[in-house]
């Protein structure tokens, strides 16, 4: 038997501990009892807020029974803790100065969540002096998640204030907020930040400053910004971005902010020279500054990206990138946008700012919105019958009602579609690189080119066409009556100063120019220039000097399958070559009057180079060809009088009809099969196609197809 005191110490021992586990039990429940709070959470490390039917006398960890504001929330919470908000407004500024996650857009009976169904509003009140929400050193790792934010009001930060945390916002709309900024320039109207700041799928719009940024601004000391699927703009008092340290933007929109003010879309003044990466994003129409400002351009490493005033990098952009409705807020790209497809895969996100998908199309597209819908190619669109001057010309449904009009909104790069008819204009192309196509037929707002006639006439003002500075095409078009003004008078059709320009499928008749030119010169007086004149007719233009049809003056020149008929000059009629290298392949040249038709001459004793292959020079008034220069080369093609050169014949080429200007070749003319493959197109002025013996001049012979009728035939006896 168990010795009765040691049994005695025992049944202390027990009763001892009993005791004072039931003590401990009761003292934790009375603390968490004047806490207010049951021991048993329904998620544990989650709680609910809903203005509409909470009450703020518990944990809110009960989604039955959540609380009724979220600054009462905070207090509730610990670090970690996700806090979910019901829609409605809730009228409150908040400090946060723990981690945590702030998420709202959920309806209060099942508590599912929905962006676009259910907003949560915070809204400031515009409370002088107060962000709406305040973030405090130290919470790192707090995020704001499916939120508006309001009503904000303080010297320095309008919306939130990030302090110098590591913070995420995300899924958020930040609008009508307000930071004076004066009399100094570190206040954001949207958001401010000291530290890591990452913003995702946000729309940051007006917001207003006096001094500062008037969406987000990032301080100095190391901060950085991380910023994908986001519109900044309609803010208004300062730049969009005002950037301190270093960023990484990607799909991000940046419009319409600092109207008026001369401020940028992007200030980007480093503490200790971090850099601003930008791809496949948007900065356009901002304020009456440069889109960007930076101390130094290498700074900014913008690649894929839209920028107004142009930057340099990989697939950059300087295009208007035809918003739907910029007046009015709404900066969806439309279908002819030339953002649409330009952007990179490389980094991108695999949603837009709404949601939708990328890539819709065969590519991802430069902003925050990926166009949803089938894209129009890019262009600018003019008819003169229903176009008004007062839109960017980008809709086909809406054209401008000018040639001249068009080519200010045009970027480099742009095509601009005409319509046809008759365009009483002098038009300058300079600086631009851009496709000028006529021939356009509408239809329900689809334009096609197989049957209009684009007459560009003008009308005896000036010349037509004045190119400088670019490499422009000019096709489908009827470009006549054009004239010299006394102080310049070269091209009266065409003039090109400096570039490379091409003159395809037209037609350059009755110009006039007092020197030379009458229908094309171009010359290198103010830079390098090239013309190419392709499947074109220069026709009945005049000079009162040299070439009544072309002039290349120290420069170069390739003409093929252009006919040349009918022009008149003093000298050079249809072509004066000086000092140049030009090659005339498959050309008929033809019923010129004035000087010989063709002339090439040196006088700087350089080695320029005439070559003529395939080409017809016959029944000019003068001498067909005169040739001066260092090397000059005909070969296989029909020269009046002669010329030395394999293939070369003196032989009536037989045009069909001459007098009422028909130029094709008659059967049995000693022109057809008479050319060489050698460098021959593959098809001739009408776009038939020439064969392995290709002709002379500028039209294939088309041989004579004989359809006999059927007859019966009787097989067997």
């Given at each position: 038997m168990e010795n009765p005191t040691k049994l005695k110490r025992r049944r202390w021992a027990v009763q001892l501990a009993l005791t004072t586990g039931l003590a401990l039990l009761f003292i934790t429940a009375l603390l968490c009892g004047l806490r207010g709070v049951t021991l048993a959470r329904a998620d544990p490390g989650t709680l609910y807020v809903d203005g509409a039917t909470g009450s703020d006398d518990s944990d809110c960890s009960n989604p039955a029974a959540p609380c009724a504001t979220i600054g009462y929330a905070l207090t509730q919470a610990g670090n970690g803790d996700n806090i979910r908000v019901a829609q409605g407004v809730y009228t409150e500024s908040l400090a946060i100065n723990i981690s945590v996650t702030l998420e709202g857009s959920y309806e209060s009976v099942g508590w599912t969540r929905s962006i676009t169904q259910y907003e949560t509003i915070i809204d400031g009140g515009g409370v002088i002096n107060q962000p709406v929400v305040t973030i405090q050193d130290g919470s790192d790792g707090t995020v704001l998640d499916g939120l508006t934010i309001t009503g904000g009001n303080s010297q320095e930060t309008g919306g939130v204030d990030a302090g110098g945390s590591e913070v995420t916002i995300k899924n958020c709309l930040i609008r009508d907020n307000f930071a004076d900024g004066s009399p100094h320039s570190s206040a954001g109207g949207g958001v401010t930040s000291n530290g890591r700041l990452t913003i995702l799928d946000t729309l940051i719009v007006d917001n207003e400053v006096n001094e500062g940024a008037s969406g987000v601004r990032l301080g100095g000391g190391g901060s950085h910004l991380t910023m994908v699927n986001t519109l900044v703009a309609n803010?208004?008092?300062?730049?969009?971005?005002?950037?301190?340290?270093?960023?990484?933007?990607?799909?991000?929109?940046?419009?319409?902010?600092?109207?008026?003010?001369?401020?940028?879309?992007?200030?980007?003044?480093?503490?200790?020279?971090?850099?601003?990466?930008?791809?496949?994003?948007?900065?356009?129409?901002?304020?009456?500054?440069?889109?960007?400002?930076?101390?130094?351009?290498?700074?900014?490493?913008?690649?894929?990206?839209?920028?107004?005033?142009?930057?340099?990098?990989?697939?950059?952009?300087?295009?208007?990138?035809?918003?739907?409705?910029?007046?009015?807020?709404?900066?969806?790209?439309?279908?002819?946008?030339?953002?649409?497809?330009?952007?990179?895969?490389?980094?991108?996100?695999?949603?837009?700012?709404?949601?939708?998908l990328r890539p819709q199309n065969a590519g991802y597209d430069m902003g925050a919105d990926e166009f949803v819908g089938?894209?129009?190619?890019?262009?600018?669109?003019?008819?003169?019958?229903?176009?008004?001057?007062?839109?960017?010309?980008?809709?086909?449904?809406?054209?401008?009602?000018?040639?001249?009009?068009?080519l200010v909104q045009a970027v480099s790069g742009d095509e601009i579609r005409v319509a046809q008819g008759t365009y009483t204009e002098n038009l300058t192309i300079d600086g631009k690189t851009l496709t000028l196509r006529g021939g356009?037929?509408?239809?329900?707002?689809?334009?096609?080119?197989?049957?209009?006639?684009?007459?560009?006439?003008?009308?005896?003002?000036?010349?037509?066409?004045?190119?400088?500075?670019?490499?422009?095409?000019?096709?489908?078009?009827t470009i006549t009556g054009g004239d010299t003004p006394d102080a310049e008078c070269w091209g009266g059709g065409v003039w090109v100063t400096n570039g490379d320009v091409t003159i395809r499928f037209s037609t350059i008749t009755g110009n006039w120019a007092d020197c030379s030119g009458g229908g094309v010169e171009v010359n290198s007086d103010w830079g390098p220039a090239h013309l190419t004149v392709e499947d074109s007719v220069v026709v009945d233009n005049g000079s009162g000097g040299d070439a009544g049809g072309v002039s290349v003056w120290h420069t170069g020149a390739h003409l093929t399958n252009t006919l040349i008929i009918s022009n008149t000059a003093s000298n050079a009629s249809a072509l004066r070559i000086e000092d140049s290298d030009v090659t005339i392949q498959n050309c008929t040249i033809a019923d010129n009057q004035g000087g010989v038709a063709v002339n090439a001459y040196d006088t700087d004793a350089q080695a320029d180079a005439l070559i003529v292959r395939n080409s017809i020079v016959w029944g000019n008034i003068n001498t067909s060809l005169a040739c001066t220069v260092q090397t000059c080369t005909v070969t296989y093609s029909d020269i009046e009088g002669g010329w030395p050169g394999t293939g070369n014949i003196d032989a009536d080429p037989l045009f069909r009809d001459p007098d009422n200007g028909d130029y094709h070749l008659a059967a049995g003319s000693p022109c057809i099969d008479a050319g060489t493959p050698a460098g021959a197109p593959t098809?001739?002025?009408?776009?038939?196609?020439?064969?392995?013996?290709?002709?002379?001049?500028?039209?294939?012979?088309?041989?004579?197809?004989?359809?006999?009728?059927?007859?019966?035939?009787?097989?067997?006896?």
């Open positions: 803010n208004r008092g300062a730049e969009g971005l005002h950037l301190n340290g270093g960023a990484d933007l990607m799909n991000v929109t940046i419009a319409n902010n600092a109207a008026g003010t001369g401020r940028p879309g992007i200030n980007h003044n480093p503490e200790f020279g971090e850099p601003v990466v930008l791809v496949n994003s948007i900065i356009y129409d901002n304020g009456w500054g440069d889109a960007i400002h930076v101390p130094d351009p290498n700074l900014i490493q913008a690649i894929y990206s839209d920028i107004e005033g142009g930057w340099t990098g990989v697939g950059n952009i300087d295009a208007n990138p035809s918003f739907v409705d910029l007046a009015n807020g709404d900066y969806h790209l439309q279908a002819w946008s030339p953002c649409i497809d330009a952007g990179t895969a490389e980094g991108a996100s695999d949603h837009d700012l709404e949601g939708d089938t894209p129009i190619p890019p262009a600018l669109y003019v008819d003169g019958a229903t176009g008004s001057d007062t839109t960017d010309c980008r809709n086909p449904a809406g054209p401008c009602a000018t040639i001249g009009y068009a356009y037929t509408i239809s329900d707002t689809e334009w096609s080119t197989d049957k209009g006639e684009t007459i560009v006439d003008g009308n005896g003002a000036d010349r037509t066409f004045l190119i400088h500075g670019n490499n422009s095409v000019l096709e489908n078009l098809h001739d002025l009408e776009g038939t196609p020439r064969d392995a013996t290709p002709d002379m001049g500028a039209y294939e012979w088309q041989r004579f197809r004989i359809f006999l009728p059927l007859t019966l035939r009787n097989f067997g006896p």
